[in-house]
T-cell receptor, first 112, second 112 residues
Framework: DAGVIQSPRHEVTEMGQEVTLRCKPI?????LFWYRQTMMRGLELLIY????????DSGMPEDRFSAKMPNASFSTLKIQPSEPRDSAVYFC??????????FGEGSWLTVV | TQLLEQSPQFLSIQEGENLTVYCNSS?????LQWYRQEPGEGPVLLVT?????EVKKLKRLTFQFGDARKDSSLHITAAQPGDTGLYLC????????????FGSGTQLTVLP
């Protein structure tokens, strides 16, 4: 079975450009999470959706970040405009009825 | 803010040695999970503990949840190079939409 699928795997962009990260959760999972991982801050929850509805977005750093989940099989995380301090690995994860959260392989973002 | 502190931050040992990593918090958690993350991958769940004092074993790995449900430990017996990775603890508590708070992680390297 396919796991959580993220794209792109790697992206290098210039400061000020828009970045869109994409996620396809595991089929049948009703919770979706976006995390950001850096050496300095570790793994941080950015936003959490349940049944496609944003439940908690208090982890979203600022207005430059936005996330959508138009349907149960797709979510996006957008950064506009991007800044060098946004460089990190962004993970999407999903969960079904149990306690296990399944992570994607991550999107490695570098903003120069 | 619920914080999880992990120690040590870095650990490098020889194959065959035993080790213990710790996860501590001032908050009481309803559950605690341990994940392992390998380079270029997302975290993968190893175990979930929910009862104070609970001990779970996964082959050479032993996980313990503190009696007060504020701390946890992971003990690895006869470590192998394949155990190398970033070990993350994550605490959950009922009634919170955030679901999980991740610790800072312990980077383990097992040398052959």
């Amino acid at each position: 079975d396919a796991g959580v699928i993220q794209s792109p795997r790697h992206e290098v962009t210039e400061m000020g450009q828009e970045v869109t990260l994409r996620c396809k959760p595991i089929s049948g999972h009703n919770s979706l999470f976006w995390y950001r991982q850096t050496m300095m801050r570790g793994l941080e929850l950015l936003i959490y959706f349940n049944n496609n509805v944003p439940i908690d977005d208090s982890g979203m750093p600022e207005d430059r970040f936005s996330a959508k989940m138009p349907n149960a099989s797709f979510s996006t995380l957008k950064i506009q405009p991007s800044e060098p301090r946004d460089s990190a690995v962004y993970f999407c994860a999903s969960r079904g009825s149990g306690n296990t959260i399944y992570f994607g392989e991550g999107s490695w973002l570098t903003v120069v | 803010t619920q914080l999880l502190e992990q120690s040590p931050q870095f650990l490098s040992i020889q194959e065959g040695e035993n080790l213990t990593v710790y996860c501590n918090s001032s908050s009481v958690f309803s559950s605690l999970q341990w994940y392992r993350q390998e380079p270029g991958e997302g975290p993968v769940l190893l175990v979930t503990v929910v009862t104070g004092g609970e001990v779970k074993k996964l082959k050479r790995l032993t996980f313990q949840f503190g009696d007060a449900r504020k701390d946890s430990s992971l003990h690895i017996t006869a470590a192998q190079p394949g155990d190398t990775g970033l070990y993350l603890c994550a605490g959950g508590w009922s009634g919170s939409a955030r679901q999980l708070t991740f610790g800072s992680g312990t980077q383990l390297t097992v040398l052959p």
